[in-house]
């Protein structure tokens, strides 16, 4: 929701001119931003929020601010020598073909491929692994500036149809069509107001099911809190308004739904959550010639997380951390229920078991050993029955096949191993390449390893490290430190193109695994949530102490990155300890801790941070709240924050705010930017031109106040 701005503004935006930029020492004029006469009282304690009016990115006098501050943050950028340099060989190195996950439908086979520039990837279809690939859908096509995204993808049963999602300028918001795969054309059907949901289909290939929300108010789609999602289903070829309502809960709209029809077609499998929480419920229908049957509670205590794998009849397989924070498999016969009769098949083990499909009617699982992942595969009665060898310690991105399939493909790559698609071949038991990208530069010239230091608290932490081979660890390495810690996501070894280029110029790219995350299972994931959120700083914090500690950098060579709850990370780090660093890039951030909650999708992370209207909440949010702990008088390091004027997760008031407090607080002579992408959001869908003009900024940002050459 959007607040009025106070009658009492002080100040009206200036619009500086800038006349010099070339050295960060020297003193930027930033736009003057005007202040409003805003307290707010939280249970006791009359918080300030001079800057509430950022809040509405509607406003003419907010774009205006937009507008003033982008107009200094790349006059800035535009004078740094090496930013035409670095664009040019980022250009370069993004310039090889990217490959989606393959996976089989109605007898075809669908991957998406980029062929190194476009803005988006193109879903393709081939009719064998040997046949010759065509074009089914070209987003491309949607938009001149290809800021129109393909967000999702689900095949009919019978090969037939194609649904595909969506989303204008980065928004979460998705809107669904409908294809002719063997004619190319589309179909009239067109769904909106969709978020947080795919599409499943029937098995008579007839129609699908989603979920969407109710059409929010004209004006207030990027702000207005989503609540009361519901569940439908779509008959190929009508209208959105005469979807069938299958599920919703009016008592408990915070509540989301997932459907999922069962590979045999005979079940509705309706994954309930509230927000952001681990813990979540499994309901179901049986699907008997209607599209909507009765729903039966079959996990409803809200006890842990379920995850469905699979059925065999009425015996369904669940993954859950149930009484097992690493992860197991249980067997539950959904006519008898009682937990007396579930049957544990592949118990706990020290990793935690990330990923189950069934594949073969063999478990293909994916664990994770100390944050990289392992493939092991069980039968269904839980036997052990071998491991596939990977080629490096790295990720495992995706694993797709179907239960009768002999075959199998897996998307593996590392911080040095470009994603590589494998085909597994189950008869053979042999791993072959089936696409694998030409990039332009040499893996064997850098190298990865993986070190543990240890937490305020004494708490053993994983870090990677990859660098150029031969590197001098002389305290002197420009050193690019990344993390996230938070809502159970684990940071594993995964490739980023850009991270290529920051290494060739003698650069180190450190990814510490910090508590928040799944890297250990659900323990780890609780650690560093609500009460505990300060052990996530702290571990990030004692990340950079020990590379300095241990020789490889120092306080005038080190960065830190993050996104989304990763820019929480960095926006908390740096207010406590503005004398670690460097530079900070806080990304899309969640800086305003005591009203995050109110915008959008904010209300759902309530379960990892806590809310500022409960009491002992409000404490420690406050306590680190990026936003409320900047403090006048105080040398921050050169920060360029980065968000999007449609990003609808973390709306950008987070970071409008942040950078306006931090511009008013600075007190040394580093620069404080704010760089606002225009048709652009939270990150997903990004067009290539747009990521490489961001990555550009942020390396030629880097170099300069890091004082490094290209």
């Known amino acids: 929701m959007t607040s009025p701005i106070a009658k009492t503004l002080v100040m009206l935006i200036g619009v500086v001119v800038i006349l010099s930029l070339l050295s960060c020492s020297q003193k930027i004029e930033y736009p003057a931003t005007k202040t409003a006469d805003v307290v707010e009282d939280y249970h006791g304690t009359q918080v ?283 067997g539950i016969p959904i006519h008898r229920p009682q937990k007396k009769n579930w049957k544990e098949i592949i118990p706990e083990q020290e990793d935690v078991l990330s990923n189950v499909s069934i594949i073969n009617n063999r478990f293909v699982t994916v664990y994770m050993h100390d944050a990289y992942d392992l493939i092991k595969i069980y039968t269904k009665e839980g036997a052990f029955a071998g491991e596939i060898s990977l080629p490096t310690l790295g990720s495992v991105a995706g694993i797709s096949g179907k239960k009768e399939d002999t075959e199998m493909f897996y998307y593996f790559s590392s911080f040095i191993y470009p994603p590589t698609i494998y085909h597994y071949d189950f008869k053979k038991q042999e791993s072959t390449v089936f696409r694998a990208p030409k990039v332009k530069f040499n893996p064997e010239d850098f190298e990865t390893k993986q070190v543990f230091f240890k937490s305020k608290d004494g ?65 780890w994931h609780k650690q560093g949530m609500l009460k505990n959120k300060q052990n996530v700083f702290d571990d990030f914090i004692s990340a950079a102490e020990y590379l300095i500690h241990e020789g490889y950098t120092s306080k005038e060579k080190l960065a830190i990155s993050g996104a989304s709850n990763g820019g929480l990370l960095v926006g908390a780090s740096m207010t406590q300890r503005p004398d670690l660093f460097a530079a900070a890039l806080p990304a899309v951030g969640v800086m305003d801790m005591l009203r995050y909650h109110k915008f959008t999708i904010g209300w759902a992370w309530a379960s990892d941070y806590g809310r500022s209207d409960n009491l002992e909440q409000f404490k420690f949010l406050y306590a680190y709240s990026p936003l409320h702990n900047l403090k006048e008088g105080v040398s921050y390091p050169a920060t360029l924050v980065t968000t999007a004027d449609h990003d609808d997760r973390v709306v950008p008031a987070h970071s409008f705010k942040f950078a306006a407090r931090l511009q008013e607080c600075q007190t040394g002579p580093a620069p404080v930017l704010i760089r606002i992408e225009t048709r652009a959001g939270h990150g997903a869908g990004k067009p290539t031109s747009k990521q490489i003009e961001e990555e550009t900024d942020k390396w030629a940002f880097l170099m300069k106040n890091l004082k490094m050459k290209f």
Do not use: C
């Open 48 to 330: 300030a929020d001079p800057y509430r009016w950022l809040e509405d990115d509607n406003a003419e006098e907010t774009k205006q601010w937009v507008e003033a501050q982008n107009k200094v943050t790349f006059a800035y950028l535009e004078k740094i020598p090496q930013r035409k340099k670095i664009n040019e060989r980022l250009t370069e190195l993004w310039n090889y073909e990217k490959y989606g996950m393959p996976y089989k439908e109605g007898g075809l086979y669908f991957f998406t491929k980029n062929d190194g520039l476009q803005n988006q990837s193109v879903l393709y279809v081939q009719k064998s692994l040997d046949a010759d690939p065509k074009i089914l859908l070209d987003p491309n096509t949607f938009s001149e500036d290809g800021t129109v995204a393909l967000t999702r993808t689900a095949v009919s049963k019978n090969g037939h149809y194609l649904m595909y999602g969506t989303s204008s300028g980065g928004s979460d918001w998705q809107e669904f069509s409908l294809r002719n795969i063997q004619s190319g054309n589309d179909l009239s059907d067109h769904l909106q107001w969709i978020k947080f949901s795919g599409a499943s289909w029937s098995k008579d290939s007839k129609g699908f099911y989603y979920s969407r929300y109710d059409e929010p108010p004209k004006g207030k789609k990027m702000v207005q809190s989503n609540k009361s999602q519901k569940v439908f289903y779509h008959e190929v070829g009508t209208d959105q308004s005469k979807d069938q309502l299958i599920y919703e809960d009016k008592t408990h709209p915070d509540r989301m739904f997932n459907a999922e029809v069962t590979d045999d077609g005979k079940y509705l499998i309706l994954y309930v959550g509230e927000g952001s929480a681990s813990e979540n419920r499994i309901y179901y229908m049986e699907l008997r010639g209607g599209r909507k049957g009765n729903v039966i509670k079959l996990l409803d205590d809200l006890d842990a997380h379920y995850s469905f794998i699979g059925n065999d009849g009425t015996l369904f397989y669940f993954q859950t951390d149930l009484a097992a924070p690493k992860g197991r498999i249980l």
């Open 459 to 523: 708490t053993r932490i994983p870090m990677f490290l990859s660098y150029k081979k031969g590197m001098q660890f002389d305290g002197n390495i420009p050193t690019y430190l990344y993390g996230y810690g938070g809502f159970n996501i684990s940071l594993t070894p995964h490739f980023n193109i850009s991270n290529i280029f920051w290494m060739e110029r003698g650069g180190m790219y450190a990814q510490a695994n910090l508590r928040g995350g799944g890297e250990y299972g659900e323990e």
